[in-house]
């Protein structure tokens, strides 16, 4: 059975359009394959605290967890989190741009992610990644006009930060379903999402 892991990061609860395509984006794939299991982490209503040095120091370097309760906690969390990423075939990303980058929570959830020996490693060669066999789908909401050849392109610090960190992981090719300009005016939000859901009713199986 496959296994598809669903996130959204958006603040906007029910007026967030990354919310509305990454919900579309899983009702497409499901609806190709009624066998798909979704599960479903909503990194805004449920933030993953950030890293902290005790657990680095835990995780990477292997220090004693001794008796603190709070960081048994939070190791827990980053393993099941990491867990929920390892074992999903296809990953689906809500992500809203703010201030040029990703939401802070979503790089709280990539920081639990990205782990030496489990989505990637050090060679002698440098790093290599580990996930290259992982579907990774980016529903993308972004306020103004940020792609190739905007005024604002050098200010889009999402997508090519997300691009970059799978890649590093090994996902080389994620696919990638952006609403841009949608705070400019109520028509833009329009066509926009129009113009994305349909680019999702093109998906295809993997």
């Given at each position: 059975m496959p296994c598809l892991l669903h996130l959204d990061?958006?603040?906007l609860g029910e007026?967030?359009?990354s919310r509305a395509l990454s919900a579309a984006v899983v009702a497409r794939i499901q609806s190709l394959d009624p066998m798909t299991e979704v599960v479903y982490r909503d990194l805004a209503a449920q933030p993953i605290p950030h890293l902290s040095g005790k657990y680095v120091g835990v995780v990477?370097?292997?220090l004693d967890v001794g008796q603190d309760a709070a960081l048994k906690t939070d190791l827990a969390l980053g393993a099941n989190v990491l867990e929920e990423f390892l074992t999903a075939d296809t990953v689906v990303l809500g992500v809203a741009q703010y201030n040029?980058?990703?939401?802070?929570q979503l790089k709280a959830?990539?920081?639990?992610i990205a782990v030496p020996g489990k989505t990637f490693r050090y060679t002698e060669k440098g790093p290599e990644g580990l996930l290259g066999s992982k579907r990774v789908i980016i529903a993308l909401a972004r306020g103004g006009f940020y792609g190739p050849g905007s005024p604002a392109e050098n200010f889009e610090h999402t997508l090519s930060y997300l691009r970059s960190v799978f890649a590093f992981v090994g996902i080389v090719d994620p696919e990638v379903i952006t609403a841009d300009g949608v705070n400019i005016s109520a028509r833009q939000r329009e066509v926009?999402?129009?113009a994305a859901q349909a680019e999702i009713g093109t998906l295809a199986i993997a």
């Open positions: 990061s958006s603040i007026n967030s359009v990477r370097a292997g040029f980058s990703v939401p802070s959830w990539i920081d639990r926009s999402l129009k």
